[in-house]
């Protein structure tokens, strides 16, 4: 382990595979406290515990939520913050496949 990030706190979304899960590895692999989400709970179970594995880091956790739901993501926030004092790094890799448009309560309260 590098600890080059040792007493940094990294918020990384899409965690369980992909792009996110190498993230997560890599950024754990430098020391720094990685919090994962996963819209999937048992993916991100498998995907937490190889992460931990391969990095040697136990300070990596997961949460979950389905971020295409603000009242998910309200709840992570507030979830996080309850248990962590500050943010570093927020990774936004989460991606989703939206068949129709849809409008967030801050989208429309930003609007002109």
């Given amino acids: 382990m590098k600890d080059t990030m040792k007493d940094k706190t990294v918020l990384i979304t899409?965690?369980?595979?992909?792009?996110?899960?190498?993230?997560a590895t890599r950024i754990a692999e430098e020391?720094?406290?990685?919090?994962?989400?996963?819209?999937?709970?048992e993916r991100g179970e498998t995907a937490l515990a190889e992460i931990k594995a391969h990095s040697g880091n136990e300070k990596v956790e997961l949460m979950v939520a389905d971020l295409s739901s603000m009242a998910q993501v309200r709840v992570l926030?507030?979830?996080f913050k309850k248990?962590?004092?500050?943010?570093?790094?927020?990774?936004?890799?989460?991606?989703?496949?939206?068949?129709?448009?849809?409008?967030?309560w801050s989208a429309v309260a930003c609007s002109p």
Wanted: proline share 0%.
């Fill in 14 to 23: 899409g965690a369980n595979s992909g792009i996110g899960k190498v993230a």
């Fill in 31 to 41: 020391g720094a406290t990685v919090v994962m989400v996963s819209r999937n709970r």
């Fill in 77 to 79: 926030a507030s979830d």
């Fill in 83 to 104: 248990k962590h004092h500050s943010l570093h790094v927020l990774l936004n890799n989460a991606g989703g496949i939206i068949g129709t448009r849809q409008v967030t």
